[in-house]
């Protein structure tokens, strides 16, 4: 699975994460032997973070959309057990623990628990990490004991972070090895997606997850390249979608393409899905749900799932009268998506696309 040739990929995968965390802050629980990360080209050691201690105040590492709205709707206290799915740089899980609360983060980026580990050390044992997939909820150990939260953070996609390192290549502005993993539990690498799947299978990550008009075109153009030659590098995909469709306006041609790439790379739709319905099941009466969307596949999820488990009675032009919701479990806190303010935006552009929906988790049917 990992390519040899160019060096990009030669290391194993999950000695990519390791080998990001250990070269920042030197307190990785394993050691990893250095020949093992390195690549031929130079390319991932070479920009792989010098020093994340320098990062460790969160300010450069990701600047967290919604601080205030998430304060208010978690509505956080002292004694009170919130994870955050979606660690990344902590801002948010640091919003919580300011408030008194406990907290669990979760991410599948080594590099971001380590991060944020650095940076939240002040509040001691309040605040613990997990390793692994959100849809995993029911796997961490507190939950599987019977541990239940007073609160639930998703905040999706990628930090800022993780966009902007060229090693990690999520981006098709910097020249970086195929790679678009999350973390080592991701399934595939962006170089497999590209360079082995059926030409049919492209073409539906490309209109589903990046709902790109020109699929077809694409997806042949990419099939026609690499019988010549493998991809490798960000920057050959980004400059073959480049040529296939043409530059049209502002926007990068190949913005979609690449978002659907990694969607299909991280399993991003299905473990949104598994993390929603596992909700129910690893919170307490009354606690809160908050979900951060930055695309429409995600919020329309989100959406529809809240919609469907806040209606006590379900309808159906068949019945004589409406029937119990069997699925209502839900209050809705606020009816339509939460979107950021102009000063929010003008402050942060990353937060143009946010949505924000909040819902409260009923009390069980006697
Ligand atoms: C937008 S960032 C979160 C930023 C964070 N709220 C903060 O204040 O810095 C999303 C983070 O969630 C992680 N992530 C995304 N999907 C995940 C999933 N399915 N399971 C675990 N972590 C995930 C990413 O690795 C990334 O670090």
Redesign the pocket.
């Known amino acids: 699975m990992c390519r040899a040739a160019s060096g990009w990929l030669s290391a194993r995968p999950s000695q990519i994460f390791l080998a990001l965390q250990n070269a920042g802050l030197g307190t990785a629980r394993r050691v990893v032997n250095p020949t093992d990360v390195r690549t031929a080209s130079g390319g991932l050691s070479a920009q792989a973070p010098a020093d994340f201690s320098g990062t460790a105040d969160?300010g450069s590492?990701?600047l967290?959309v919604f601080p205030a709205e998430i304060a208010t709707w978690m509505d956080t206290a002292p004694g009170r057990f919130i994870i955050?799915?979606?660690?990344?740089?902590?801002?948010?899980?640091?919003v919580f623990l300011k408030a008194g609360a406990t907290v669990l983060g979760?991410?599948?980026?080594p590099e971001?628990l380590a991060h944020?580990r650095a940076r939240l050390a002040g509040f001691g044992d309040r605040f613990s990490t997990w390793e692994?997939?959100?849809?995993g909820l029911q796997e961490i150990p507190g939950i599987r004991h019977g541990g239940r939260a007073d609160g639930l953070?998703l905040?999706?996609?990628?930090?800022s972070?993780?966009l902007d390192s060229a090693v990690r290549g999520f981006s098709f502005m910097r020249d970086g090895p195929l790679d678009m993993r999350?973390?080592p539990s991701s399934p595939h690498t962006a170089a497999e997606v590209v360079n082995q799947w059926a030409e049919a299978d492209l073409v539906r990550i490309l209109f589903e997850f990046g709902e790109e008009p020109k699929a077809r075109r694409i997806a042949s153009a990419i099939i026609k390249q690499r019988a010549v030659r493998n991809f490798e590098t960000t920057l050959e995909l980004a400059d073959c979608i480049e040529k296939a469709v043409g530059r049209h306006g502002r926007t990068h041609p190949a913005t979609r393409a690449f978002q659907a790439i990694r969607m299909a790379v991280?399993e991003?739709l299905e473990?949104?899905a598994a993390?929603l319905a596992a909700v129910p099941s690893v919170l307490k009466p009354g606690a809160r749900l908050l979900v951060?969307t930055f695309h429409s596949l995600e919020d329309r999820m989100v959406k529809r799932f809240l919609r469907h488990r806040s209606t006590p009675f379900s309808d159906d032009p068949g019945w004589p009268e409406p029937r119990p919701n069997p699925d209502f479990q839900f209050q809705l806190l606020a009816r339509k998506a939460i979107t950021p303010t102009a000063e929010e935006i003008s402050l942060n552009p990353r937060a143009r696309s946010a949505k924000l929906r909040v819902a409260r988790l009923l009390d069980p049917k006697p």
Do not use: C, K
């Open positions: 969160g590492y990701h967290p955050d799915g979606t660690l990344g740089g902590g801002g948010h899980s640091e979760i991410d599948r980026d971001a944020a692994g997939n959100f849809s953070l905040d999706l996609g990628v930090s972070r993780q999350m973390g991280n991003e473990s949104l993390a951060i």
